[in-house]
């Protein structure tokens, strides 16, 4: 069963997606955090990519930016 973003997360996502200062990979993984709110969609493999790339980034990335991506990266589905 696919994981579901939370409410909080949600919340930060959209967020990041109404700010101009966020990057567009910010933004991106935002929006896959938001579209796994209600259906079971997984985190697709260049989302989670990106999310990654977040999550290694030493400084660039806000706490926000990493906590959505961190979620998002959660609900990649296992192989």
Avoid: P
Wanted: hydrophobic share 30%; charged share 35%; proline share 0%.
């Amino acid at each position: 069963m696919a994981k579901k973003t939370t409410k909080k997360i949600a919340s930060k996502a959209s967020r990041v997606l109404k700010d101009g200062r966020f990057s567009d990979q910010s933004k991106s993984v935002a929006a896959s955090a938001l579209s796994q709110v209600e259906d079971n969609k997984n985190t697709s493999d260049e989302l989670a990519s990106k999310a990654s790339e977040i999550l290694r980034d030493k400084g660039t990335f806000s706490d926000t930016s990493k906590s959505i991506a961190g979620s998002t990266l959660s609900q990649k589905e296992k192989k």
